[in-house]
């Protein structure tokens, strides 16, 4: 079981405002800074958010990130089909001493 | 361009030891920028961070796995490896290594992944 909680899936229709969750603790997403990843079918997770909210080059700015106490959230604004993949957060956390994983969002577009 | 390739074998017999090389291409391991990781992805999708290894040797691993896991690093052949041994099915997974940095979830480029399979 994961130590960071995400929904299993979310939907949106084209154009909509979409936001996965992930919900952490106080020894993970509390203290330490979270990123978010994009996994297509068939291919390795990709960064898509670090350090809570900035995005590598070549994200797209319709893509932003958030914290807030022990959880996190992802919007993508303007939502597309080509967004429709897996989504997964990750943040240190210092009990463990190591990174976690959320166990991914499946976002479709309808 | 940094690329990072894994390679291995596919299936690997319950109870050995699964050996898994992850060539890096455009960067180099021993630059002491950045550290070097395995993680790997079950059949249900959840990624689980292996560990990672640093120029210098220095090691850290996920206590799940830290029992059985050894990460070494080749420099002059610019790779790294994963050892994990007594493997049971429940380690079948696709691996992948990937560039990271020390206690930030910042992993950037992964490799393609290589998909093990523990079975007889």
């Known amino acids: 079981q994961s130590l960071l909680t995400q929904p299993p899936s979310a939907s949106g229709t084209p154009g909509q405002r979409v936001t996965i969750s992930c919900s952490g603790s106080?020894?993970?997403?509390?203290?330490?800074?979270v990123a978010w990843y994009q996994q297509l079918p068939g291919t390795a997770p990709k960064l898509f958010i670090h350090?809570?909210?900035q995005r590598p080059s070549g994200v797209p700015d319709r893509f932003s990130g958030s914290k807030s106490g022990t959880s996190a959230s992802l919007a993508i604004s303007g939502l597309q089909s080509e967004d429709e993949a897996e989504y997964f957060c990750?943040?240190?956390?210092?009990?463990?001493?190591?990174?976690?994983f959320g166990g991914g969002t499946q976002l479709t577009v309808l | 361009q940094v690329q990072l390739q894994e390679s291995g074998p596919g299936l690997v017999q319950p109870s050995e030891t699964l050996t898994l090389i992850c060539t890096v291409s455009g960067d180099s391991v021993n630059s002491g920028t950045y550290f070097w990781s395995w993680i790997r992805q079950s059949p249900g999708k959840e990624l689980e961070w292996i560990g990672y290894?640093?120029?210098?040797?220095?090691?850290n691993y996920n206590p799940s796995l830290k029992s059985r896991v050894t990460i070494s690093m080749e420099t002059s052949k610019n790779q790294f490896s994963l050892e994990l041994s007594s493997v049971t099915a429940a380690d079948t997974a696709i691996y992948y290594c990937?560039?990271?940095?020390?206690?930030?979830?910042?992993?950037?480029?992964w490799g393609q992944g290589t998909l093990v399979t523990v079975s007889s």
């Open positions: 990937a560039r990271a940095m020390w206690k930030v979830p910042r992993f950037d480029p």
């Open positions: 106080s020894s993970n997403i509390g203290i330490n800074a």
């Open positions: 990750a943040a240190w956390d210092d009990s463990l001493n190591g990174v976690v």
């Open positions: 290894i640093y120029y210098t040797g220095t090691t």
């Open positions: 350090t809570n909210n």
